[in-house]
């Protein structure tokens, strides 16, 4: 509701935003359960990155206008499909899938460590630097939107080099895979 605060919505409309924002995020992941075994997961990945990476610089871009509007609304409702359509459920797929089962329980532990410690660091980070002063000099409220957005596209890069395939792939081929490119970087 602050984002929408921010743009110039009164409250009771703000929170009619976030509840629109919300309902696209649902309705995207539902649909993606649907279709997450005929596309794959990496795909996914990659085109919620860049939706999430392009609505994050989209909504700076109108922040920084300061010509919010419908505009404004619109690339968090993005933001949302992006996130529901990706990184909220794809990456609880793909956990129990990349790992070999010798390894499996403690690798799903610390990947899903570190990813409730993105989540803390996100949720942590994102008031301080949307509510300074300084900063919102300089972008109108937009810094934190520039910085993940970055980080969205950056996310759409990684995966497409170093996340496997896993749809329809058995945990021995996992395993091979791993085993090849630990060998490939020991050579480098």
């Known amino acids: 509701p602050q984002i929408l605060q921010r743009m110039g919505y009164h ?11 919300r309902c696209l995020n649902l309705l995207a992941t539902m649909s993606v359960v649907l279709m997450v075994d005929r596309v794959g997961r990496k795909p996914l990945l990659v085109a919620g990155a860049l939706v999430m990476g392009v609505s994050s610089m989209a909504l700076a871009s109108v922040l920084r206008t300061e010509n919010t509007g419908a505009l404004g609304v619109a690339a968090m409702c993005l933001y949302m499909a992006g996130l529901g359509m990706s990184f909220g ?4 797929i793909l956990v129990s899938e990349i790992f070999p089962a010798a390894i499996r329980g403690q690798a799903m532990s610390l990947a899903i460590a570190g990813q409730w410690g993105a989540n803390f660091l996100v949720s942590f980070t994102f008031p301080v630097m949307f509510g300074d002063a300084g900063l919102n000099a300089l972008s109108h409220g937009g810094f934190a939107f520039w910085l993940y957005g970055g980080f969205g596209v ?27 490119h630990a060998a490939v970087s020991r050579s480098l």
């Open 11 to 21: 409250m009771d409309n703000a929170f009619l935003g976030v509840l629109l924002a």
């Open 89 to 92: 459920p794809i990456i609880w």
């Open 154 to 180: 950056l996310a759409a890069v990684l995966v497409m080099r170093y996340v496997p395939e896993t749809k329809g792939v058995d945990g021995e081929r996992i395993g091979q895979f791993w085993r090849r």
